[in-house]
């Protein structure tokens, strides 16, 4: 098992910037992959970004030079620095786990509102 624990949203004014973290416990050292992905009122759970343990990374469209995802191997966190957020942004955030098994794991999600 696998336990993710989020934290780093908030309020942000568009333009602004927020990093969000995740922070894995249980079975951490089966994790091959770590991800977020934000899911706004009505719509689907879509990708943010994903990032192996080797560091390859994938992001969205949505995301693309305006977020970095990054690891931190020996804490078991996943970072999100999000930059120039847009109120399009605002969603909730969830940070996802994948083991070498295939298992997947959620977080609880963390609210980002970007709101003037």
């Known amino acids: 098992q696998v336990q993710l624990v989020e934290s780093g949203g908030g309020l942000v004014l568009p333009g602004g910037s927020l990093r969000l973290s995740c922070a894995a416990s249980?079975?951490?050292?089966?994790?091959?992959?770590m991800g977020w992905y934000r899911q706004a009122p009505g719509k689907q759970r879509e990708l943010v970004a994903r990032i192996t343990r080797g560091g390859s990374t994938t992001y969205a469209n949505s995301g693309k030079d305006r977020f970095i995802i990054s690891i931190d191997d020996g804490k078991n966190t996943v970072y999100l620095q999000m930059n120039s957020l847009k109120p399009e942004d605002t969603a909730a955030y969830y940070c996802?786990?994948?083991?070498?098994?295939?298992?997947?794991?959620w977080g609880q999600g963390t609210q980002v509102t970007v709101s003037s």
């Open positions: 996802y786990a994948q083991t070498l098994s295939t298992n997947g794991y």
């Open positions: 249980g079975s951490a050292f089966s994790i091959n992959l």
